[in-house]
């Protein structure tokens, strides 16, 4: 069975770092992993992703604040989270397909199978 297992959420000030992990279990492949998150009242949207090759893509509004990155051998995906702002305030969740060979097949909901539950992070301003 395939388990993802988000860690790294809290509670952090405005302007602020999180690092957020996910680790895969139970998978064959980690050709894509990545990282969404929903607020609340607002439907899941796509922050980041990255393909076992290391291509990764990123939500415009996250862009140039957090990183993406993977430990293939431990099959872990990681999520630096620099200059946080209240608008980041969400449930963060870990997706991985392992369908689609080694590309990302673009950051959608629909690319994925796998869902972890989800670690919430908090930004107070």
């Known amino acids: 069975q395939v388990k993802l297992e988000e860690s790294g959420g809290g509670s952090v000030q405005a302007g602020g770092s999180l690092r957020l992990s996910c680790v895969a279990s139970?998978?064959?492949?980690?050709?894509?992993m990545g990282w969404f998150r929903q607020a609340p009242g607002k439907e899941r949207e796509g922050v980041a992703i990255?393909?076992?090759?290391?291509?990764?893509e990123y939500a415009g509004s996250v862009k140039g604040r957090f990183t993406v990155s993977r430990d293939n051998a431990k099959m872990t995906l990681f999520l630096q989270m620099n200059s946080l702002k209240p608008e980041d305030t969400a449930i963060y969740y870990c997706?991985?397909?392992?369908?689609?060979?080694?590309?990302?097949?673009?950051?959608?909901?629909?690319?994925?199978?796998?869902w972890g539950q989800g670690t919430q992070v908090t930004v107070s301003s």
């Open positions: 139970g998978s064959p492949y980690s050709g894509c």
């Open positions: 990255m393909s076992v090759l290391g291509n990764s």
């Open positions: 997706a991985l397909d392992f369908t689609s060979g080694p590309y990302c097949q673009g950051l959608r909901e629909a690319a994925f199978g796998h």
